[in-house]
């Protein structure tokens, strides 16, 4: 029934030794308390090359789309808690003016202790961070489609993460309100700070730190990719066929 | 396939299905789809209870069988149709089946898998894709497999079991991966007690948890369900991702607590949701103030999950009690009165959610969460535990280790 791999690993873990209270850290997150807020004003983040046009050359075309901008650094097991907290779920994102306020609460979980800089800055809408920069298992823990839109919302249009939990990263392709890429190494968000100016680079699977001069290897976004610049899974099943379009309906 | 709608979601669910098939579409099949408000109920908050209007005229609309509807808030038993958190409503009534596909807006749908059914959350676009065609794209998982054996001491539950083997693999351990749950302990369980096990495989990133069907499982779901189910196994030559392998004879209770929280004074005690609000997670801790005899110190909040287990709280006796009923018991040791059943404040919910945590508490608990801001407050402390650890915490106004009242 499963699909295993050809390496079996076995790892016992027959308990001898009493286990000494506390145990079991739940919620590893190691945090990072660096910011900087940047002098530099850079323009909102759009792609260098709209989404748009890099679709029509090919719906078989590997994602060309280049984002710009500032970015905002987090650690690691980022929540979906902290991306948005369960009190604003009960805003509908498919009504405009509830999409917008989501946008407005994106990342208002982090606790400002560890995040002094918001994402979000008081009385705005939507953020000045175009890239968000992630460690491991980001978007961990509620099913929340309100995580990914939020982020989307706020005008976000790429996560660049070490790796993430599987119900956010499927949320992500399926609304195709953010492209959730994954580094080939760990350490970015250890070296990169909030405000750096960065790039993200999809057809070229880089992602580029101006401010330090790094660069850090992307996994391509494969399948995903196209399925994300279409507008998320209704948009691409209506363009590849797999369901009738809105007019003929 | 079963696809399972609770509100947390689920308005957006129904709105997706209307905007991307056409207001005219129909569900793929009206009575594969179970639709059941459990999230943000009892609230005067307007757009909670507007997102309930909204279930409610699609269900009208599309004539889906299973809509557990509740109009009348101030008073859930005048609301028959109600249920309340839906993944033990799935069960209950009979919509978990071996064998099956259930798909859910909710992360603890994985839930289910204590059936032998492959069961796991989607957000709610997939879920508007699935009630439109019928269909989802999944990729098969990986399966690590836990073998638990060794004699259940007394003072331990699975919520215990489930803690120790996220601490062993981590949070992020089972990624993309199915959790399968054997071994004789797992055998001697009850279904409630696999269904605290396979419900926080999520926790550790999983996509899934399974324990195959058995004796156990089939007496369950006599009378529940007239559909029939074909169970599935993993074959002999099965090859797992990994193993690992429990002695649960040598197991202590274990709690879950947040980074940098130091070992402290517990404000107070919450039993509730999917995780430890089911029968017999109050059973357990009715045994628990029943062998102290004393009163708690610290408020002591009790959820029902679901109609039947506010009913089971009021009605069954508990063992070695003389007749008494767990709200009797719970009575006697000043908790407070168990309330409309409800997902509750394991995740905060609006500001006006009863126990939610609205100063920066300590909060034992036997949810499935603790992450920052999980119950209301940002600053708030969260550990979680099994209702055993949780009672002997109320008794104690410390996190507690049940041994010292069980044994």
């Given at each position: 029934m499963a699909a295993a791999p050809s390496a079996t690993a076995v790892s016992t873990a027959a308990l001898v030794a009493p286990i000494q209270a506390p145990t079991s850290a739940f919620l590893r997150r190691t945090q990072l308390t660096r910011h900087r807020l940047h002098s530099l004003k850079c323009r909102r983040a759009g792609p260098i090359v709209p989404a748009a046009a890099a679709a029509a050359a090919g719906s078989s075309s590997p994602s060309s789309a280049v984002f710009h901008g500032e970015c905002f650094v987090v650690g690691d097991n980022i929540d979906t808690d902290q991306i948005?907290?369960?009190?604003?779920?009960?805003?509908?994102?498919?009504?405009?003016?509830?999409?917008?306020?989501?946008?407005?609460?994106?990342?208002?979980?982090?606790?400002?202790?560890?995040?002094?800089?918001?994402?979000?800055?008081?009385?705005?809408?939507?953020?000045?961070?175009?890239?968000?920069?992630?460690?491991?298992?980001?978007?961990?823990g509620s099913s929340r489609e309100h995580a990914p839109v939020a982020l989307g919302a706020a005008g976000a249009r790429a996560v660049v993460a070490e790796g993430y939990a599987r119900i956010f990263f499927r949320n992500s392709v399926a609304t195709g309100e953010v492209y959730p890429l994954e580094l080939t190494e760990a350490g970015a968000c250890k070296e990169c700070k909030t405000g750096d100016v960065v790039t993200v680079d999809l057809g070229n699977s880089v992602f580029i730190n101006h401010t330090s001069g790094k660069e850090y290897k992307l996994k391509p976004i494969g399948d995903a990719g196209p399925v994300i610049e279409a507008g998320g899974i209704f948009a691409y099943a209506r363009k590849t066929g797999m369901i009738a379009s809105k007019a003929a309906a | 396939m079963a696809s399972s709608i609770s509100t947390a979601a689920k308005a957006s669910a129904a709105f997706a299905h209307k905007k991307e098939f056409g207001e005219d579409a129909k569900v793929w099949d009206r009575e594969k789809v179970v639709i059941i408000p459990d999230h943000y109920i009892f609230t005067s908050d307007e757009r909670a209870n507007r997102n309930v209007d909204i279930l409610r005229d699609f269900c009208?609309?599309?004539?889906?069988?299973?809509?557990?509807?509740?109009?009348?808030?101030?008073?859930?038993?005048?609301?028959?149709?109600?249920?309340?958190?839906?993944?033990?409503?799935?069960?209950?009534?009979?919509?978990?089946?071996?064998?099956?596909?259930?798909?859910?807006?909710?992360?603890?749908?994985?839930?289910?898998?204590?059936?032998?059914?492959?069961?796991?959350?989607?957000?709610?676009?997939?879920?508007?894709?699935?009630?439109g065609t019928g269909k989802a794209l999944l990729k098969v998982p990986p399966t690590i497999r836990f073998v638990l054996d060794g004699e259940m001491p007394p003072y331990l539950l699975a919520k215990d079991l489930i803690l120790q083997i996220i601490g062993e693999i981590s949070v992020s351990g089972a990624t993309y991966k199915s959790m399968e749950?054997?071994?004789?302990?797992?055998?001697?369980?009850?279904?409630?007690?696999?269904?605290?096990?396979?419900?926080?495989?999520?926790?550790?990133?999983?996509?899934?948890?399974?324990?195959?069907?058995?004796?156990?499982?089939?007496?369950?779901?006599?009378?529940?369900?007239?559909?029939?189910?074909?169970?599935?196994?993993?074959?002999?030559?099965?090859?797992?991702?990994?193993?690992?392998?429990?002695?649960?004879?040598?197991?202590?209770?274990?709690?879950?607590?947040?980074?940098?929280?130091?070992?402290?004074?517990?404000?107070?005690?919450?039993?509730?949701?999917?995780?430890?609000?089911?029968?017999?997670?109050?059973?357990?801790?009715?045994?628990?103030?029943?062998?102290?005899?004393?009163?708690?110190?610290?408020?002591?909040?009790?959820?029902?999950?679901?109609?039947?287990?506010?009913?089971?709280?009021?009605?069954?006796?508990?063992?070695?009690?003389?007749?008494?009923?767990?709200?009797?018991?719970?009575?006697?040791?000043?908790?407070?009165?168990?309330?409309?059943?409800?997902?509750?404040?394991?995740?905060?919910?609006?500001?006006?959610?009863?126990?939610?945590?609205?100063?920066?508490?300590?909060?034992?608990s036997t949810t499935n969460r603790n992450f920052p801001g999980r119950m209301g407050h940002k600053e708030g402390q969260i550990y979680l535990a099994s209702p055993y650890t949780a009672a002997a915490s109320a008794l104690t106004g410390y996190v507690t280790d049940p041994r010292d009242f069980l044994l």
């Open positions: 948005i907290p369960a009190e604003h779920l009960t805003l509908v994102p498919s009504k405009p003016d509830e999409y917008r306020k989501l946008g407005s609460f994106a990342f208002a979980g982090l606790p400002s202790a560890a995040y002094p800089t918001p994402f979000v800055a008081p009385g705005e809408e939507s953020s000045r961070y175009a890239v968000i920069v992630g460690g491991a298992n980001f978007g961990c | 009208v609309e599309q004539n889906i069988k299973y809509f557990y509807d509740i109009k009348d808030l101030s008073n859930f038993k005048a609301n028959p149709d109600y249920k309340g958190v839906c993944h033990i409503a799935l069960a209950q009534e009979g919509h978990c089946r071996p064998g099956e596909v259930l798909l859910g807006t909710d992360s603890h749908t994985c839930n289910a898998g204590a059936f032998g059914q492959f069961a796991t959350g989607i957000g709610n676009t997939d879920a508007g894709f699935v009630l749950f054997v071994g004789s302990t797992v055998e001697s369980l009850t279904m409630e007690e696999r269904m605290t096990l396979c419900n926080m495989v999520i926790e550790a990133g999983g996509k899934n948890g399974v324990v195959p069907a058995d004796e156990t499982t089939f007496k369950y779901l006599e009378g529940k369900t007239s559909v029939d189910y074909e169970p599935v196994y993993s074959d002999a030559q099965a090859r797992f991702f990994s193993d690992y392998r429990f002695d649960v004879s040598k197991l202590e209770p274990v709690v879950a607590k947040q980074e940098n929280a130091k070992m402290s004074r517990s404000t107070r005690v919450y039993i509730g949701s999917c995780t430890g609000g089911k029968t017999e997670d109050f059973l357990a801790a009715a045994k628990v103030f029943l062998a102290s005899g004393k009163k708690v110190k610290v408020p002591t909040f009790l959820v029902p999950a679901t109609q039947k287990v506010w009913m089971d709280v009021y009605s069954l006796p508990v063992p070695g009690s003389g007749g008494k009923t767990c709200s009797q018991i719970f009575e006697e040791a000043g908790c407070d009165t168990p309330a409309s059943p409800s997902c509750g404040a394991c995740l905060g919910g609006p500001r006006d959610t009863y126990a939610r945590m609205n100063e920066p508490l300590v909060c034992v």
